[in-house]
């Protein structure tokens, strides 16, 4: 893999996490519980704790 390759493949996986991180804070925004949210995102359920 080259380095702009790499380089590309980091920021993908930037941006998917941090649209992950931005549908999890709408989900708890309508009170869904940590639990299904963590499922739901794929998040660590210890981030989905510090969402808060």
Known sequence: MT???S???EGM???THQT???IARSMLAMGMSEEILA?????PADEVKTLH
């Open 3 to 5: 380095i702009a390759e």
């Open 7 to 9: 380089l590309k493949q």
């Open 13 to 15: 996986q930037q941006g």
């Open 20 to 22: 992950q991180l931005d």
């Open 39 to 43: 499922k739901a995102t794929k998040l």
